[in-house]
């Protein structure tokens, strides 16, 4: 692995963290907050949003100006290094302005085609997780990696949606997963239930389609851990999302044929 994203997986998960401590006195002011909807009701945007976006940001141009940012509330920045920062500067908006704690930063570091760091912090349980490409994953500071015994039935499945899903598309699936005899997970932030799957406390994740910044991070940490995930072209990843799955190794195909007939 070179020093160059040994560097930048370190300056990663520092600036999750540093990022993380902002998110946090804004959340523990939240009702002064205005909000504003995006694209749907469900999906909302705070000054919280773009501010701690903006000292991301600013950062990683600070320490590396040649790198490429892409971020859910500003336009991309081109770079030369080869090198793409893939930031959300609060996944989970709804939990946040809610006062819940499913909510966090998430960083991830993209080298030409393939994610190579990422860095997911959680502020108010005061737990990083993190992965390099080669460097395993760890939660909370601790290598682990996910039983090769877990099956569908052994932990909830979280399931995604957003107003690109069809509520009937998200209810089928919810169905079949129940009928496979799984169980149904969901907290509002799908860079949290991905960790949260590196870390072996979900059995996996489907989600039809989802944004770059909201999942790089966390498959990486997925794959990591030893779990699996769908494959996807990068290009379009990062200028249109897409589908994800990802899961343990005994879950992956069970999950697979559940999705199966859900398009991104």
């Known amino acids: ?14 600036l999750a963290r540093h990022a993380g401590a902002a998110a946090l006195a804004f959340f523990n002011q939240r009702d002064t907050l205005a909000v504003e909807a995006k694209a749907s009701p469900q999906d909302v945007v705070s000054r919280a949003d773009r501010e701690v976006e903006v000292l991301i940001r600013n950062a990683i141009s600070k320490s590396y100006p040649k790198d490429a940012i892409i971020g859910e509330e500003d336009a991309p920045k081109p770079g030369t290094s080869g090198f793409t920062w893939v930031i959300d500067p609060i996944d989970g908006t709804m939990p946040f302005l809610s006062g819940l704690p499913h909510w966090c930063v998430a960083i991830a570091v993209v080298e030409n085609d393939r994610a190579v760091a990422a860095a997911t912090f959680a502020p108010v349980h005061d737990l990083l997780y993190d992965a390099r490409l080669g460097g395993g994953f760890r939660c909370g500071g601790v290598l682990q990696q996910i039983s090769s015994d877990l099956a569908i039935t052994d932990a909830m499945t979280a399931i995604g949606a957003s107003h690109r899903t069809p509520a009937t598309d998200a209810a089928g699936v919810i169905e079949k997963l129940l009928r496979a005899g799984g169980a ?5 932030s799908g860079a949290m239930m991905l960790a949260d799957v590196a870390a072996g406390r979900l059995a996996g994740y489907f989600e039809p389609h ?45 999950l697979a044929d559940i999705g199966a007939d859900v398009s991104a």
């Open 1 to 14: 692995m070179t020093d160059a994203i040994i560097d930048r997986h370190a300056h990663a998960c520092e």
């Open 210 to 254: 989802m944004n770059a910044w909201d999942c790089l991070g966390g498959l990486l940490m997925i794959e990591e851990a030893g779990g699996r995930s769908q494959g996807f072209a990068m290009g379009d990843m990062l200028t249109r999302g897409g589908r994800v799955l990802a899961a343990a190794p005994r879950v992956f195909d069970a």
């Open 184 to 188: 149904y997970y969901r907290n509002g």
